[in-house]
């Protein structure tokens, strides 16, 4: 089956989606670096930290483990196979990639975490790749 990159991405909020009132954005930049002014679409109160792989592996996994407000989340398994989807389509790596491939390729690259005023539960994650910026933002506030 091949998916959407798009779809990839956003495999971690299945059921922040599907269970409550979640939303969520991808956006792929053509650039090489990370600027603040890119998550303007966001609104003015945007927090920028810079994140090592491990830590954007697990804010992936916790969003697919406990779910938005409304939902129960996804079984551990399921869980790793979400985020594991997820960081293939950040990555831009086909979804059959061995965990070590993509553990090899995702602590190679530069990864932000962002938060965004005024929502009671949100994800918002940036990876610098080679020729682009992937932008990923969830966030559920019923």
Request: include cysteine.
């Amino acid at each position: 089956m091949k998916y959407d990159r798009s779809d990839l991405i956003k495999s971690v909020f299945g059921t922040w989606i599907e269970e409550s009132n979640g939303q969520v954005s991808v956006r792929i930049f053509g650039l090489q670096k990370v600027d603040i002014k890119m998550l303007s679409y966001l609104g003015e109160d945007v927090f920028l930290s810079k994140v090592d792989y491990k830590r954007a592996y697990q804010f992936l996994f916790d969003a697919a483990q406990k779910g938005g407000v409304y939902s129960d989340g996804s079984s551990d398994n399921s869980s790793r196979l979400k985020t594991m989807l997820s960081l293939c389509g950040i990555l831009g790596i086909d979804s059959k990639s061995s965990i070590e491939a993509i553990e090899r390729i995702g602590s190679k690259k530069e990864w932000f975490y962002f938060s965004v005023g005024g929502y009671i539960k949100q994800l918002g994650l940036v990876c610098v790749l080679e020729k682009e910026v992937v932008v990923l933002f969830g966030y559920d506030d019923d």
